[in-house]
């Protein structure tokens, strides 16, 4: 049966978040969205037009641009884009358009998944149910490797290691909207968890909430 439930997820890149989000949504029939993705897109349009990543008002201009339900997700996954986005989320302004259209996504009548990185401190506060995400940076690195490889890319563990740490201490250490797990989210650490795993737990939390 399909239900009205939001439920937040939050975790630094390649903890799985996203997957976990997608099995969420497919099990609950709910809504979902990446919202990375939008930072991307936004990221993505000033790349397009040639326009400076800390260029504030072309920046707002994208992201008042930006439609949450048109992101294509093999486009804005690229690196570069992924890289590009990370400074463009420092932007407050930025962030307070995309906040606002992401709680309005946040309540769609059929419920919803969101995952990214504030959306159990910020966009969400209110979720049913909050889950932080999380895994070493090491075995990050490695996922992150092993996805590049199985799509007959090559690329450097130390490097990946070093991108992974940097973005941590930018996600983490920004003034506004930091990365960090919400008071009452529930944590799973997916180091030594594989995706279904994760997934049981969660659903195991879903169904309680769904049957208080």
Known sequence: MPVSITIAIDGPAGAGKGTLARRLADYYHLALLDTGLTYRAVAHML????????????????????????????????????????????????????????????RSPQGAVLDGRDIGTVVCPDADVKFYVTASAEVRAQRRLAEIEANGGSADFAGILADIVRRDERDSGRADSPLRPADDAHLLDTSEMDIEAAFSAARDIVDRVLGS
């Open 47 to 106: 790349i397009e037009k040639g326009w400076p990543l800390d260029d504030v008002a072309h920046a707002i201009e994208a992201a008042k641009l930006v439609e949450l339900n048109h992101l294509d997700r093999k486009v804005l996954s690229a690196h570069a884009v992924g890289e590009a986005a990370s400074k463009v989320a420092v932007i407050p302004e930025v962030r307070k358009i995309l906040v606002e259209k992401q709680r309005q996504f946040a």
